[in-house]
């Protein structure tokens, strides 16, 4: 459906519910809500878990409304964020799950890491890996 008639923007939802969908499979989730809150929140982690240089490399390699949700609320003068284990990353993103908490967060976010691994550059997916903490380094392999 042609909205405005420039291809990446008319093409943005598209591509969203087909990582969703991804994401429902790769976890067994129908909660397709679930699924955007986990990606959102895991975006926003990654992000402030990074450099600001490291992170906007990394929103290059996203689609345009990826970026968008990736880009939602960021304050670059917070981050990298000061306590950066990976307890500390899985709490944030498990701070968003109020209503249903998140039975085996490693795991929901492990899903995350692979869908933007197969969905970013590969370089840019290592680039990423080698600006993290060592033990989140492990998780995000």
């Known amino acids: 459906m042609k909205i405005s008639g420039i291809a990446t923007l008319d093409h943005s939802p598209q591509v969203v519910a087909e990582w969703l969908n991804e994401l429902q499979q790769d976890l067994g989730w129908a909660d397709r809500g679930r699924a955007y809150l986990l990606l959102r929140a ?74 933007l691994r197969r969905h970013v550059s590969q370089g840019e997916f290592r680039q990423v890996a080698w600006a993290m903490r060592r033990p989140l380094r492990d998780l995000w392999m």
């Open 42 to 115: 895991t975006l926003h982690a990654i992000r402030d878990f990074l450099t600001v240089e490291e992170a906007a490399d990394l929103a290059a390699q996203l689609p345009i409304l990826m970026r968008g949700i990736f880009y939602e609320g960021w304050v670059p003068s917070r981050t990298p964020a000061e306590a950066r284990t990976v307890d500390d990353f899985l709490e944030r993103v498990t701070g968003a799950f109020t209503v249903s908490p998140l039975a085996e967060p490693d795991v929901a976010v492990a899903a995350v890491f692979d869908l």
